[in-house]
């Protein structure tokens, strides 16, 4: 069980080892209530950067200036898993990281990852760890076509996976893998794709937001729409297994816990120990956001209202968007209830989120349906 917090109030210095738009939308949650913000990052001017008091500008496997940026804050946390381990053990030997590296390291490996939820009693599609071609070809036969085979670390929107429909694909997969260990799994023929993303403050209070349903494109979320179409039981029990992972996790800050819906059950997709991508919608939708939520998680503060003031969907934006030039930005914010969000990243390129919209309306599929159209916008003709 990790140490309780200690309240740092405003006024603290924040560390974010990661200076993404993650990094970014947390930094302005954090300037707006009062705390200093330092960012590790080995790109010069990254996007959390832009907004905070300094940039440690040094690589992740860096030791030495990690220990020089945990010096500069008063606790520290992290907007992507893949931070290496002998960094976040040289930052915690000085100040607190939170969520600690120990839940880090379960939700950073795939294997590991569904080993802990399989031990603990959570449901997970039936998988198998491989380190060859041939287990790739057995865990095929064993599990039944069609099966994915992900590698089991450095993995992220979609990248690092390959469904499997053939036998005879399992050697080129594997090679085109090329990572040592990874995780093939059945494939799950699901309804829907929800995640439920939860508040833990190590003193035993959690506190969640509702389901959100995602659907994406290329692999990447597309779009997420809140509350999502689930019936209340189901939606409550979703919150309540999430809740459960975290608290077994001992998760300070923030778990989003993605599960797909089949039929009347849930089985748990992934973990990510960080705001998520499809908590997006909360900056404009919600009494706290995922943002501001963390924060308060890893400062010790009381945990906010997660009330969700009106339906909601995002889209997001990606780098292809500027294929025939700089977006219509006028067009899209004539849309009624459009909120933009840009990330402050100085090249678009195919499949890198630079932004994203929020729409927010009587009903989800009116929200849904105008942030679609302000997106269709900004390719329009000025």
């Not at 976040?88 to 939820?117: F, M, T």
């Not at 799950?188 to 035993?204: L, Q, T």
Request: hydrophobic fraction near 45%; glycine fraction near 8%; aromatic fraction near 6%.
């Amino acid at each position: 069980k990790p140490p309780t917090p200690a309240i740092l109030g405003p006024g603290h210095t924040l560390g974010v080892v990661g200076g993404g738009q993650l990094g970014r939308m947390f930094a302005a949650a954090a300037r707006r209530l009062g705390y200093r913000i330092q960012i590790l990052d080995p790109v010069p001017q990254a996007p959390a950067a832009q907004l905070a008091d300094g940039q440690t500008i040094a690589a992740y496997d860096d030791v030495a200036a990690a220990r020089r940026f945990a010096e500069l804050v008063d606790v520290v946390t992290f907007e992507f898993e893949n931070v290496p381990a002998e960094t976040l053990q040289a930052i915690e030997e000085i100040r607190p990281v939170r969520p600690a590296p120990k839940v880090l390291h379960v939700c950073r490996h795939r294997s590991r990852e569904k080993d802990y939820l399989s031990r603990h009693g959570f449901p997970v599609a039936p998988y198998r760890v491989v380190r060859s071609s041939d287990d790739v070809q057995h865990a095929a036969e064993e599990l039944g076509l069609p099966v994915i085979l992900k590698t089991a670390d450095f993995g992220y929107d979609g990248k690092g996976q390959a469904r499997l429909e053939h036998g005879d694909e399992a050697a080129a997969a594997w090679t085109a893998l090329g990572r040592p260990v990874g995780v093939v799994e059945a494939f799950v023929p699901f309804d829907r794709e929800v995640s439920v993303i939860v508040a833990a403050d190590g003193r035993g209070n959690l506190r969640s937001f509702g389901p959100v349903e995602n659907t994406h494109s290329r692999h990447i979320l597309d779009v997420s729409v809140a509350p999502a179409s689930c019936p209340p039981e189901m939606a409550q029990r979703a919150v309540a297994m999430a809740e459960a992972i975290a608290a077994t996790l001992g998760v300070v800050g923030l778990l989003t816990v993605e599960m797909f819906v089949v039929g009347d059950q849930l089985i748990v997709n992934e973990l990510a120990p960080r705001p998520h991508n499809s908590g997006h919608y909360t900056i404009d939708a919600c009494s706290t956001s995922q943002f501001e939520q963390h924060l308060r998680a890893i400062c010790g503060l009381p945990l906010g209202e997660t009330r969700q003031l009106q339906p909601a969907a995002m889209a997001n934006l990606l780098g292809d968007l500027w294929s025939r030039g700089e977006p219509n930005w006028a067009a899209a914010l004539a849309v009624p209830g459009v909120r933009l969000h840009l990330y402050g990243k100085a090249e678009p390129r195919p499949g890198r989120k630079m932004g994203h919209l929020t729409a927010l309306a009587d009903t989800v599929e009116e929200a849904r349906a105008l942030v679609l159209k302000a997106r269709a916008a900004l390719v329009a003709s000025p």
